[in-house]
């Protein structure tokens, strides 16, 4: 694929995680890809171990600062020209469960910021790059939007209000943009995270056993689905949330 029909992606939280696992599937598929992450240790020793794989660059980036938010977009478009798929991942997760009655103002809005607010804010300066391109637009959200475990207001809220920002922005930028959204259950991030943070993997039996599919997810599941999202093939969806979750918010609990 030469460089001038070459499709770009922009990954915001793509350093690590699920996000990484995103780029590198984009990589994979023959498209370049941005790495919008505040992380710049992760961000650039994840730009240089993909590198081998396809055109792929790092802008450091705060999505909750429009000015970093523009920044990344004008970034993405001048270095290949256009922009065809935004990806928002970036998020603020496993944050300590606080109760409602001790949960800190700042910290509920530090949250939205990150989380929703991030999104809006990616979305609103990509919007013209990915219409010129009849791109596609990919939030990245969770199960916690569907379902909750006790002192977690801020992340589900966030979560759910990036479903909801998913619909609406299907119908406000189409039919020229498409927007779907992906809710993730439990990902193992385990060996994808910056060499720095990476630890040995500590799933048990168990832990598999519980979902249906018989296997805690990793990022390679939420990458087919996103590349699926913003491929032809997905060309009369928009507007939806996908949950990928080995099955499990479909599974009934009972304490025995």
């Known amino acids: 694929m030469t460089e001038a029909n070459r499709k770009a992606a922009l990954v915001t939280g793509g350093a690590q995680g699920i996000g990484k696992g995103i780029a590198t599937a984009f990589l994979d598929a023959g498209w370049a890809v941005v790495l919008a992450d505040l992380d710049a240790e992760a961000g650039e020793e994840t730009a240089a171990e993909l590198a081998p794989r396809g055109a792929v660059a790092f802008v450091r980036c705060d999505v909750g ?5 523009c920044a990344a977009v004008a970034a993405t478009a001048a270095r290949y020209g256009r922009i065809d798929a935004l990806v928002n991942d970036a998020g603020i997760a496993g944050a300590p469960r606080t109760p409602v009655t001790a949960l800190a103002l700042d910290d509920w809005e530090r949250m939205l910021r990150t989380n929703l607010t991030g999104a809006f804010l990616m979305t609103k300066h990509a919007a013209a790059h990915l219409r010129t391109a009849r791109g596609a637009i990919v939030n990245i959200a969770s199960t ?7 002192h977690t207001e801020a992340y589900s809220a966030s979560k759910g209000g990036l479903v909801a920002l998913t619909h609406a922005l299907a119908v406000s930028l189409g039919p020229e943009v498409r927007v779907n959204c992906v809710s993730p259950g439990w990902i193992d991030t385990t ?55 080995g099955g499990m918010t479909r599974k009934m609990v009972y304490v025995a």
């Not at 916690?144 to 006790?150: F, G, I, K, N, V």
């Not at 630890?199 to 296997?215: F, I, M, S, Y």
Request: avoid cysteine.
């Open 144 to 150: 916690r939007a569907l379902q909750s475990e006790p």
């Open 65 to 69: 600062r429009e000015e970093d938010a």
């Open 191 to 245: 060996g994808w995270k910056k060499r720095s943070r990476r630890k040995p993997e500590a799933l048990r039996p168990e832990d598999h056993a519980q979902h249906p599919a018989g296997r805690v997810g990793t990022p390679r599941d939420i990458a087919a689905m996103v590349l699926f999202l913003v491929s032809d093939a997905s060309g009369f969806i928009t507007g939806q949330n996908f949950v990928v979750d």
